[in-house]
């Protein structure tokens, strides 16, 4: 585990960012973009950062990778220890609100194990870490996907969702 002055150079990015212990979970999974599912790395975004106001107060969020396809966001990444199961419902509620419309796909991985959801439905799609769509497919699916805004009676529900989840998990550094 690594000390609060200890800090990682993120490899798409290439600033020195602190440490956490999710931090070697994303790095694994942005080498894997790029490196083995052929997205260009200036299509990934590292740490999307949105806004959630519920009852007057913003709260800052953000997705840990966000990857476009032709300009439209088409894959959020949720990076995390622990069971998958755990994270589904946080991941899902933040990519239906860190964009003007829906991300179509969401990906909750510990790093060893992922489950690719669509974000409309919730739906699993695939299990595994071969499950994760590459940039051949990315490209192919953009065509038919919907790219939709969260209809605006579930706006409030997943905003609590989103906070309840940021509300109870336990510290991931210093």
């Keep these: 585990m690594g000390s609060c002055k200890e800090r990682v150079r993120d490899f ?3 600033r020195l960012i602190p440490y956490s212990d999710d931090e070697y979970i994303r790095q694994d ?3 894997l973009l790029v490196e083995d599912k052929g997205f260009p790395a200036e299509t990934i975004r ?3 950062p949105f806004e959630v106001e519920i009852d007057g107060e913003n709260h800052q969020d953000q997705l840990d ?3 476009f396809e032709k300009d439209r966001p088409y894959m959020a990444i949720k990076c995390s220890r622990g069971s998958l199961v755990t994270r589904e419902r946080e991941a899902l509620a933040a990519s239906r609100l860190a964009c003007e419309i829906q991300v179509p796909i969401t990906v909750v991985t510990n790093g060893e194990d992922a ?3 669509d974000t409309l439905s919730g739906r699993v799609l695939g299990q595994g870490i071969a499950a994760i769509p590459d940039a051949a497919r990315a490209e192919i699916e953009i065509n038919d996907m919907s ?6 009676k579930n706006l409030e529900k997943e905003k609590r969702i989103l906070r ?3 509300a109870f998990q336990c510290p991931t550094d210093c």
Excluded: N, R, W
């Excluded at 790219?147 to 605006?152: D, G, I, M, N, R």
């Design 115 to 117: 489950e690719v959801l």
């Design 164 to 166: 309840a989840y940021a």
């Design 12 to 14: 798409l990015t290439g």
């Design 46 to 48: 590292v740490g999307h």
């Design 65 to 67: 990778l966000l990857i």
């Design 29 to 31: 999974m942005e080498h």
């Design 147 to 152: 790219f939709l805004p969260l209809p605006e």
